[in-house]
């Protein structure tokens, strides 16, 4: 798969076609016996030529180097409940200000945000804006932390960190949505930097992740396993059920099982519907009852917070204390229903600790969901 690439972008624009300040020099990178470059970031270990972008198409082989074409380009923004990225056990009920840009590292045949991940248009990046400039329009707008997602920041981690930067100085948190394909150092540089993720584990055999995604498991494996022993970043998993692939009993119960071993049992899992989009329109959408089956194997093998995702099921998407039974939050689809903790996030029936950021009051965003244009405000 390494040597999968892109030349120039659709239509006719080239890379010394792009704005000045959007192409910035990387450092995950070598050059290979035959000349070419070789990207570091992600195990695909994609191999350029001179004008050559890789699989990503955000970073291209540009005068001998590798380097990042989008930087400070987005395909949008957008203000959303904290639960939609999703994380139960983070700031509940807050805003976020999410954005991505274009192209990704993984070619998932199910992509449900296909129109940016797999766009090769520049058109696609509408709004342009500057570290700061993010970092500041996100505490104008009331909202606690940025997301980037959409498409995953691992590719265009050089500004997602920039980004990061700069939230810290108005104590904004970052929280990345990734798919946890990326190679050991860029992980240890790019996680430093980060508050909070969400990690789509897509499935649990290398058969699924090889033919529906292009990548590799094990990867994503490592990634799950540096974030919970090497890091203080608090993560939830996302894993969507798609009918007939990954949603059979068997593989969910050594995926949570897998998960007890080497996690724990306090990592939230996210067991998410599937809808027929991009290259798998002719699978059904997951029964409900797959989500329910889902959830209750996981609760079985030891997985104390489990959630079903993308139907309206509000048992399955609250959350219960462990110990006790009591439900700590209730979540009907992103709007908080119930909240019984304690100022220190601790049930308040028989003060078991919640794991997680909590902070003594919930949000009140709901479930809205607000475009953002950053050319309406000052520079």
């Known amino acids: 798969m390494g040597d999968l690439h892109y030349m120039g972008v659709a239509g006719t624009e080239t890379l010394d076609d792009l704005p000045p300040g959007t192409v910035i020099p990387t450092k995950y990178w070598h050059v290979v016996d035959d000349g070419r470059i070789q990207c570091d970031v992600c195990p695909r270990a994609c191999k350029m030529k001179e004008g050559q972008r890789g699989m990503c198409f955000v970073r291209a082989n540009k005068g001998g180097e590798v380097v990042l074409t989008t930087y400070g380009r987005s395909s949008g923004y957008c203000i959303d409940p904290i639960e939609k990225k999703p994380l139960n056990h983070y700031l509940p009920g807050t805003p976020i200000l999410s ?75 970052t929280v990345a949505v990734t798919a ?14 980060m508050d909070a993720a969400n990690v789509d584990l897509k499935a649990f055999t290398e058969d699924f992740y090889w033919k529906l995604t292009g990548g590799h498991l094990q990867s994503v494996l490592d990634t799950l396993v540096y974030l919970k022993h090497e890091t203080k970043v608090w993560f939830e998993i996302t894993n969507l059920l798609i009918p007939g692939e990954n949603d059979s009993p068997k593989e969910i119960d050594e995926m949570t099982r897998w998960t007890i071993d080497n996690l724990g049992p306090e990592v939230p899992i996210h ?65 908080l229903t119930a909240w019984n903790l304690d100022d220190k996030g601790n049930c308040n029936q028989c003060g078991t600790q919640l794991p997680g950021v909590f902070e003594v009051s919930h949000g009140s965003w709901g479930s809205r969901r607000q475009a953002v244009r950053l050319k309406d405000f000052l520079n």
């Open 99 to 173: 954005f991505g840009t274009a192209g990704c590292n993984l070619a998932c045949r199910f992509c449900q945000n296909w129109d940016i991940s797999k766009s090769r248009e520049i058109d696609t990046l509408a709004d342009e804006a500057s570290p700061e400039k993010i970092a500041r329009v996100a505490k104008e707008l009331g909202c606690r932390a940025v997301a980037f997602t959409y498409n995953d920041p691992v590719i265009f981690m050089e500004y997602a960190i920039d980004v990061a930067k700069a939230c810290r100085e108005y104590n904004i948190r």
């Open 271 to 335: 067991f998410t519907a599937f809808h027929p989009d991009w290259k798998m329109m002719d699978h059904p959408p997951t029964p409900p009852e797959t989500l329910t089956m889902a959830r209750e194997i996981a609760l079985e093998n030891g997985v104390r917070y489990a959630y079903t995702g993308n139907v309206h099921d509000e048992e399955g998407g609250s959350t219960y204390c462990h110990k006790c039974g009591q439900k700590l939050v209730g979540r009907d689809w992103f709007r």
């Open 180 to 193: 946890g394909y990326i190679c050991d150092e860029p992980r240890k540089e790019f996680y430093r930097y």
